[in-house]
Antibody, heavy 116, light 108 residues
Framework: QVQLVQSGAEVKKPGASVKVSCKASGYTFTSYSMHWVRQAPGQGLEWMGIINPSGDTTSYAQKFQGRVTMTRDTSTSTLYMELRSLRSEDTAVYYC?????????WGQGTLVTVSS | EIVLTQSPGTLSLSLGERATLSCRASQSVSSIYLAWYQQKPGQAPRLLIYGASSRATGIPDRFSGSGSGTDFTLTISRLEPEDFAVYYCQQYGSSPPTFGQGTKLEIK
């Protein structure tokens, strides 16, 4: 069965960076594009970006341009999202999601808390 | 970017009633790329409907989607206890993908 298992919660100080991982299993990792979506406390869903199946093409939401990098390691079927220059407004749950017909599978989410 | 506006913001209904949730787009959306998600507290979103009207794997047939162009609807025919949650529409045919702000379905 398809599973996306994300890394654990993180607490970071303003200005720091965070790198969240998402390990895929149960399907051919190199056949699907992957997205990252975040959700601030009590808020809606916000799209961050997409990485193509081979990992050589990314597209990021304008809001995160210059601060985010999405990569994937096909040898371990793992996706990564690094967000830099963190600020308090980046406190959120970060999700990876597979693009099938819709975002058909989601990771369990990783809470990133930015606090001094 | 395409803005999706969901209505109502909160919907209060009783068990067994019919729920109708609306999603209106700021410009035409290809139906192929219109999806609906359900999210319960502390959980990741779950895909319910893709292609505006196709149910995802394992989704009960009391959930149905319809619409085209700029107006889309999610209908839950007879509410079960597990259906009370927040529902989001999404378009992913035009970059950037966007989500509606959500409709909270609560028990009356």
């Amino acid at each position: 069965q398809v599973q996306l298992v994300q890394s654990g919660a993180e607490v970071k100080k303003p200005g720091a960076s965070v790198k969240v991982s998402c390990k895929a299993s149960g399907y051919t990792f190199t056949s699907y594009s992957m997205h990252w979506v975040r959700q601030a406390p009590g808020q809606g869903l916000e799209w961050m970006g997409i990485i193509n199946p081979s990992g050589d093409t990314t597209s990021y939401a304008q809001k995160f341009q210059g601060r985010v990098t999405m990569t994937r390691d096909t040898s371990t079927s793992t996706l990564y999202m690094e967000l830099r220059s963190l600020r308090s407004e980046d406190t959120a749950v970060y999700y990876c999601a597979r693009l099938g017909s819709g975002f058909d599978y989601w990771g369990q989410g990783t809470l990133v808390t930015v606090s001094s | 970017e395409i803005v999706l506006t969901q209505s109502p913001g909160t919907l209060s209904l009783s068990l067994g009633e019919r729920a109708t949730l609306s999603c209106r787009a700021s410009q035409s959306v290809s139906s192929i790329y219109l999806a609906w998600y359900q999210q319960k507290p502390g959980q990741a979103p779950r895909l319910l409907i893709y292609g505006a009207s196709s149910r995802a794997t394992g989704i009960p047939d009391r959930f149905s989607g319809s619409g085209s162009g700029t107006d889309f609807t999610l209908t839950i025919s007879r509410l079960e206890p597990e259906d009370f949650a927040v529902y989001y529409c999404q378009q992913y045919g035009s970059s950037p993908p966007t989500f509606g702000q959500g409709t909270k379905l609560e028990i009356k």
